[in-house]
Structures are given as C-alpha cells and as structure tokens.
C-alpha cells in the first residue's frame, strides 16, 4: 500500500467515524424522546402498528444501534445495520408524507414534518453511500469470515430479542402492562391514547369528534379538573370528572374546520389533573384539509 493509498485510507475512516458518532447521537436522543413524557404513536395513521410493544422495540432497536454505532464494534456490519434502517425510516416518513399525517412523531413531543424527515432519511442514506467502513471486495471475503460476521450478526439480534421480552414480561409482571411500565418510567400519574389524535382528511365546515382514553395508573381516585388547547378544537365536555383508581375514562376530541385551504393543521393541547397539576399531560390533534383553495399549511403553536 502506498503512502498516497494510506492517507486516502485514513481519511475515509475518519469521515465513516464522523458520521456514526453523529448517527449514534441522533438515533439515542431520538429514543429518549420518544420513552420521554408525552412521546406521540410511530404511526398515527395505522393503529394496528401503533401499539406500545410496537413502539417499545422500535426505542430499544434505535438505543441498541446508536450504542452499537457510538461503540466501533463490527463496523462493516453497523453500517449495514444503519443503512437497512434508514431505508425503513425513510419508507414510513414517506408514506406518512404521502397520506397527509400532519407530524411522524419520530422525535417524540417534538413536531416533525414527515416530508422534511423523510428528505432528511434520504441525505443520510446518501451520506452511508458515500462514507462507509473500509469494505474490500466481496470476493475477497473468506469461508470464515462470512461464518464470522453472520455468527455476530445472529448473536446480536437474538441478544436484541431477548432482551425485548425480558422487558415486555417483567413490565407485565411488575406494572401489569406495558403502557403501565411506560407511565411509572415517566412518573405519569396519567396517560393518554392515542397521544396523537389524527382527524384524517376533513372539509371546511365539519364538525367532528374523536375520542381519547385517560388512563389512571396511581392507586387513588384522579381528578381531571380541566383541558387547553389551542386553535378550534375542545376537550372540556364532562370536566371536571374523577377517574377511579387502576380506571379509565372517555374524553371526547371536538374539531370545527373553519374555511381553511388545503394544507395540514397541527395543535397542541393540555389535559390537567389534581394528581399532577405542575406536569399537564400534552395531546397532539391533526388532520389534512381538502377544499378547493390554494394548497397552503396551517399550524397552531
């Protein structure tokens, strides 16, 4: 190897480092905000993969490659690992683009367009393509070290698994749910689901109702003694009302679509308790306008 050849090398290590320390960082600080409080569904527009397990192994597999990253082990396959999954992202932030969703919710409370994550998947699957670990040809490749990589491969995703279930059944033991577990890591007296309530398309003029569940997880009666929110929606009707302990309660989501133009609307409201009357817990309501204005957004803050 040249000396030419060995600087070349060395720079593109470093670069590959760059960019799997910020990857690692980013993908961490992601799953913390999702198990943080008021974290809002993966997939707000399918219900049937926006479940708590659903969302507990899409934290624990981003903890687990960001640890995974930031850590330099197996780099050939952490890069593989990043790569396969940023292609995954950027098809759910696609689609959820596509469909209308106001916010992807993949940085938890944080409102986040899904097209602009969606273009942002791509420039990272852009940035893999070029900044990558050393990798020779796969021809080069041994007997062994493909036995190798494929033992570690196994290993890791069996250690993934396994570790899943442990949480999933100790927090069933333990808290009697999943969604129970969430709340106490989060010191929530109460919870709320959907956190993200999706109105779907709507047409100027409608009047329209959703419904949300308030969960009491403390074991006493819980008081919710009011709502907020911002822009034409309410949540107030039967408030104040008392949820037994270990219950939960029906609170009714009412939007009025003014005349608005095509777009997306976006708000964020406050459910308060006498349990935990400093720490409102926050619910996102959206939905995707259709008339036949000018294309435009709408957002409250």
Sequence with gaps: MTIETAKTRTFAIRRWDVLRIAL???????????LSRGDLSLLPQARILATSTLQ????????????WLLSSAFQVGAWIATLSTFFLFAAVSGYLAHIGVATCGCFGSIP????????????????????????????????????????????????????????????????GSLEGALARLRGDAISVSPSYVDFGIVEPGQVLERKLLVQNWTDKPVRLIGATVHGPCSMTDGMPMQIPKGEMCEITVRLRVGGWSNGT??????????????????????????????ASSVSNP
């Design 24 to 34: 690692g960082i980013l993908l961490l600080t992601a799953a913390y905000l999702k």
């Design 56 to 67: 507990l192994a899409a934290v624990e597999w981003e903890l687990a490659l960001g640890i």
């Design 112 to 175: 986040t367009s899904p097209w602009r994550v969606f273009w942002f998947d791509l420039g990272v699957i852009a940035a893999l393509g070029v900044l990558h670990p050393p990798i020779g040809p796969i021809f080069l490749f041994s007997r062994s070290d493909c036995r190798r990589g494929a033992l570690t491969a196994c290993r890791f995703g069996l250690s993934i698994i396994a570790l899943f279930a442990a949480i999933v059944g100790l927090s069933t033991l333990v808290f």
């Design 265 to 294: 609307f976006l708000t964020r409201g406050e459910i308060w308790s006498d349990a935990d009357e400093s720490r409102p817990m926050p619910v996102m309501v959206g939905c995707r306008v259709r008339s036949s204005g000018v």
